[in-house]
């Protein structure tokens, strides 16, 4: 039957039964709740049940063309066979003459567009519970070989419960096997991928990674981090991951470090959802709420509110929240929180800064080497660090490795090569060098002289690599967890600095343990001894790091990526 828009009507719904029987089904059309590019939306009333729905019509004049027709098919097809709380649910969908139905469970609280529209940007809460509720849609999207492609405020839905719930899969595609690439260039200008624009390697699953760095930026600021008035320049700039964070908004580094981690050019260096969910950014030690008071759709949550999920908040006037540290913590914003401040010549270096977060070890134990400091950068290029022997190295994102003498004249490049895939490595002199490892060495420069702030300053440091040539300490693995940084060095030494400024220095060979307390006392046991301990703080990271250690063992390609403890 057909439909006056905008008057009210009895839409009804042709149901022939396997037996050949026909009964109709009624709905009443009611509030008008918004169009898209093809469809009008309404709020229906099964007339049977009294049951609300959301009813997206599309009149059949708009499908003559057999790829529209196609994509309205691959939409149902798709969204039909999802079932998560944070997805619109689909009910089911028929045709009259005129319109096909697809009828949705009702989201009575518009989308993320308007609210942000109302709020301007929200406080950091609000965003890892909306953020939470999206990644957990986009896990079972993903384990379901599904790819949004659209994801955007427009495109989040809000219950009456004030659940996130994602909708529109018009452009979601669903992958045949697994490294499946797509080529469609699709998705909305803002939120759109590089790689996607780029259009040469396919694209897949990362897009929507992509996507949700650009949702955080755009709920944590206020505006889509890639906007201009013109797309073109918007593409542009996407292309060269040209965006700042404005100075006026006041933002945890935690998320600033979120938002740069994600927003990699690199599809294949974005973090997975589940490293997501266990940055910093989402770990503060507050209690993340699963829903937020629908008074949050007009204005910013109560003081009062917020104090219940976190126990020592500061909030500024823009309605920003901002977890004060209650606990000493790892460098763990370290580069990449800073990374602005780092090889960027936009804005103007803060390197006391800097410096408060390097941390470095108080002295050498025995001829033992270790990681004095180090600097996260692998948002973008690698892992920096200085020994305590004084060499700097980088752990490159490739894997490749360098390693530069105190001296400053050599270094080894090191490579993984063969099936085996042992480290092969090549010295060469810094004036003279193969023309490929120009970039790395730039960047190794950049990292040295970033790192090199105060170990200068510091006496009694062991600055000797007379063996630099037979007997080089490089770092050949290394990881993060929640609560700890992991390095593993070529002498065998396994390193762990707590989120809390304790170490543990397991050296395998000489079979000794070095613990440094929260007070930055180092001592040194055997093994044996320190297992045993009555030091609960120490045997306890000791426990700890042998978990991490073995979980890195079984299984070496996760090294680079997150373990809970
Ligand atoms: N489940 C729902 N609950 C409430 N309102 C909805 C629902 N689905 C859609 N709407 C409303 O209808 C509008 C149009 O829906 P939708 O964006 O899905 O249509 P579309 O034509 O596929 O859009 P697009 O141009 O983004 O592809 C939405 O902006 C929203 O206001």
Same mark, same amino acid.
């Given at each position: 039957?057909?439909?006056?828009?905008?008057?009210?009507?009895?839409?009804?719904?042709?149901?022939?039964?396997?037996?050949?029987?026909?009964?109709?089904?009624?709905?009443?059309?009611?509030?008008?709740?918004?169009?898209?590019?093809?469809?009008?939306?309404?709020?229906?009333?099964?007339?049977?049940?009294?049951? =609300?729905?959301?009813?997206?019509?599309?009149?059949?004049?708009?499908?003559?063309?057999?790829?529209?027709?196609?994509?309205?098919?691959?939409?149902?097809?798709?969204?039909?066979?999802?079932?998560? $709380?944070?997805?619109?649910?689909?009910?089911?969908?028929?045709?009259?003459?005129?319109?096909?139905?697809? =009828?949705?469970?009702?989201?009575?609280?518009?989308?993320?567009?308007?609210?942000?529209?109302?709020?301007?940007?929200?406080?950091? /809460?609000?965003?890892?519970?909306?953020?939470?509720?999206?990644?957990?849609?986009?896990?079972?999207?993903?384990?379901?070989?599904?790819?949004?492609?659209?994801?955007? /405020? +427009?495109?989040?839905? /809000?219950?009456?419960?004030?659940?996130?719930?994602?909708?529109?899969?018009? =452009?979601?595609?669903?992958?045949?096997?697994?490294?499946?690439?797509?080529?469609?260039?699709?998705?909305? $200008?803002?939120?759109?991928?590089?790689?996607?624009?780029?259009?040469?390697?396919?694209?897949?699953?990362?897009?929507?990674? *992509?996507?949700?760095?650009?949702?955080?930026?755009?709920?944590?600021?206020?505006?889509?981090?890639?906007?201009?008035?013109?797309?073109?320049?918007?593409?542009?700039?996407?292309?060269?991951?040209?965006?700042?964070?404005?100075?006026?908004?006041?933002?945890?580094?935690?998320?600033?470090?979120?938002?740069?981690?994600?927003?990699?050019?690199?599809?294949?260096?974005?973090?997975?959802?589940?490293?997501?969910?266990?940055?910093?950014?989402?770990?503060?030690?507050?209690?993340?709420?699963?829903?937020?008071?629908?008074?949050?759709?007009?204005? $910013? $949550?109560?003081?009062?509110?917020?104090?219940?999920?976190?126990? +020592?908040?500061?909030?500024?006037?823009?309605?920003?929240?901002?977890?004060?540290?209650?606990?000493?913590?790892?460098?763990?914003?370290?580069?990449?929180?800073?990374?602005?401040?780092?090889?960027?010549?936009?804005?103007?270096?803060?390197?006391?800064?800097?410096?408060?977060?390097?941390?470095?070890?108080?002295?050498?134990?025995?001829?033992?080497? *270790?990681?004095?400091?180090?600097?996260?950068?692998?948002?973008?290029?690698?892992?920096?660090?200085?020994?305590?022997?004084?060499?700097? +190295?980088?752990?490159?994102?490739?894997?490749?490795?360098?390693?530069?003498?105190?001296?400053?004249?050599?270094?080894?490049?090191?490579?993984?090569?063969?099936?085996?895939?042992?480290?092969?490595?090549?010295?060469?002199?810094?004036?003279?060098?193969?023309?490929? /490892?120009?970039?790395?060495?730039?960047?190794?420069?950049?990292?040295?002289?970033? =790192?090199?702030?105060?170990?200068?300053?510091?006496?009694?440091?062991?600055?000797?690599?007379?063996?630099?040539?037979?007997?080089?300490?490089?770092?050949?693995? *290394?990881?993060?967890?929640?609560?700890?940084?992991?390095?593993?060095?070529?002498?065998?030494?396994?390193?762990?600095?707590?989120?809390?400024?304790?170490?543990?220095?397991?050296?395998?060979?000489?079979?000794?343990?070095?613990?440094?307390?929260?007070?930055?006392?180092?001592?040194?046991?055997?093994?044996?001894?320190?297992?045993?301990?009555?030091?609960?703080?120490?045997?306890?990271?000791?426990?700890?790091?042998?978990?991490?250690?073995?979980?890195?063992?079984?299984?070496?390609?996760?090294?680079?990526?997150?373990?809970?403890?």
């Amino acid at each position: 039957m057909a439909n006056n828009d905008d008057q009210p009507a009895i839409i009804e719904e042709k149901i022939v039964r396997v037996n050949g029987e026909v009964a109709i089904r009624q709905y009443s059309k009611g509030r008008f709740l918004g169009k898209g590019g093809f469809a009008r939306c309404y709020e229906f009333a099964s007339m049977e049940t009294r049951k =609300l729905t959301a009813a997206k019509i599309v009149p059949k004049a708009s499908l003559t063309k057999s790829r529209a027709k196609q994509k309205l098919m691959t939409e149902i097809k798709i969204h039909r066979s999802l079932h998560h $709380p944070n997805i619109v649910g689909f009910e089911h969908f028929f045709e009259d003459s005129e319109n096909v139905y697809i =009828l949705l469970e009702l989201c009575t609280n518009q989308t993320m567009n308007e609210l942000l529209r109302r709020r301007k940007r929200l406080t950091e /809460l609000e965003v890892q519970c909306y953020l939470s509720q999206v990644i957990s849609a986009l896990s079972y999207l993903h384990g379901h070989r599904v790819i949004h492609r659209d994801l955007k /405020l +427009g495109n989040f839905f /809000l219950s009456d419960k004030m659940e996130i719930k994602i909708g529109d899969f018009g =452009l979601a595609t669903k992958l045949e096997f697994d490294g499946e690439k797509k080529r469609t260039i699709c998705g909305t $200008p803002n939120y759109i991928a590089p790689e996607v624009l780029d259009g040469k390697q396919g694209h897949s699953y990362e897009v929507d990674i *992509w996507s949700l760095g650009v949702v955080a930026y755009t709920l944590l600021v206020g505006k889509p981090p890639f906007e201009t008035s013109d797309v073109k320049t918007t593409y542009r700039r996407i292309r060269m991951n040209a965006y700042s964070f404005p100075e006026n908004v006041p933002l945890s580094e935690a998320s600033k470090n979120l938002v740069t981690r994600i927003l990699v050019t690199d599809p294949t260096k974005r973090p997975t959802l589940t490293e997501i969910l266990a940055h910093e950014f989402f770990n503060q030690g507050n209690t993340i709420p699963k829903t937020l008071p629908p008074s949050t759709l007009a204005c $910013p $949550p109560a003081a009062s509110y917020l104090r219940q999920f976190m126990p +020592g908040i500061t909030s500024s006037a823009s309605g920003n929240v901002r977890l004060t540290e209650t606990t000493p913590s790892l460098p763990r914003s370290t580069a990449r929180g800073v990374k602005d401040d780092f090889m960027n010549t936009d804005r103007p270096v803060k390197k006391e800064e800097i410096n408060r977060q390097l941390r470095s070890s108080a002295s050498t134990t025995g001829s033992e080497i *270790w990681v004095k400091k180090w600097v996260d950068y692998s948002s973008k290029y690698g892992l920096g660090y200085t020994l305590s022997n004084g060499a700097t +190295g980088v752990f490159f994102n490739d894997s490749t490795k360098i390693i530069l003498n105190v001296a400053g004249n050599k270094f080894k490049y090191l490579e993984r090569k063969g099936a085996e895939k042992q480290d092969v490595c090549n010295t060469y002199l810094l004036t003279e060098y193969p023309k490929e /490892l120009q970039k790395k060495i730039t960047l190794l420069q950049h990292f040295r002289s970033y =790192l090199e702030g105060d170990i200068k300053q510091e006496t009694g440091d062991v600055a000797q690599d007379d063996n630099f040539d037979e007997n080089i300490i490089y770092v050949k693995k *290394w990881m993060r967890t929640r609560h700890a940084i992991m390095f593993r060095l070529s002498n065998k030494i396994v390193q762990v600095n707590f989120q809390d400024h304790t170490e543990i220095i397991l050296s395998s060979e000489s079979r000794m343990v070095t613990y440094v307390n929260k007070k930055g006392e180092r001592n040194t046991y055997p093994l044996a001894n320190a297992l045993e301990s009555t030091n609960l703080e120490m045997t306890k990271r000791l426990k700890y790091t042998k978990e991490i250690l073995s979980s890195m063992l079984s299984n070496p390609k996760q090294q680079e990526k997150e373990h809970e403890p």
